[in-house]
């Protein structure tokens, strides 16, 4: 048995996914924020591409919008996450190399998801439109929020 003591510290994590776990009351924030920051991005874009029912067109996709953008945060924070704990590499936000791969899979799978799954129904065209727009503008960017500035 070596004597290396096998040290995992929290502050390595990078925010929010660490404060999410060490402060559950955040998801009362993270929660209703992301619906929010949903919202807006879906009523901008239905007048950016006059879509004309607007009212019908939000009740039918906000809800996949908001799930799907939620579970392709947490996989890239799952990523972040198995960096830290599984390989142990350095800290996050503090290495772009290592937190902008998490976004980037965070915005592409919400692409995916959004292109296949909520918006399939939808015109080719403005089916790829919208999914760029929520793929681009609501990819989870406080992944590159340096974890040394939080404590």
Request: hydrophobic share 60%.
């Amino acid at each position: 048995m070596s004597g290396k003591k096998n040290d995992i510290k929290l502050y390595n994590v990078l925010f929010p996914f660490w404060m999410l776990l060490l402060f559950p009351q955040v998801w009362l924030i993270v929660l209703p924020g992301n619906f929010i920051i949903d919202s807006l991005v879906l009523i901008i874009s239905m007048f950016a591409l006059k879509i004309a029912d607007k009212k019908q067109f939000y009740k039918r996709h906000i809800f996949k919008i908001y799930l799907f953008g939620m579970i392709s945060d947490i996989i890239g924070a799952a990523y972040l996450l198995l960096l830290m704990v599984v390989f142990d590499v350095g800290r996050m936000g503090d290495e772009l190399y290592l937190t902008a791969p998490a976004v980037v899979i965070s915005a592409f799978l919400i692409f995916i998801f959004n292109y296949f799954i909520t918006f399939k129904k939808t015109d080719k065209l403005l089916r790829l439109k919208f999914s760029l727009i929520f793929a681009l503008v609501t990819a989870p960017y406080t992944f590159l929020i340096p974890s040394s500035w939080l404590y």
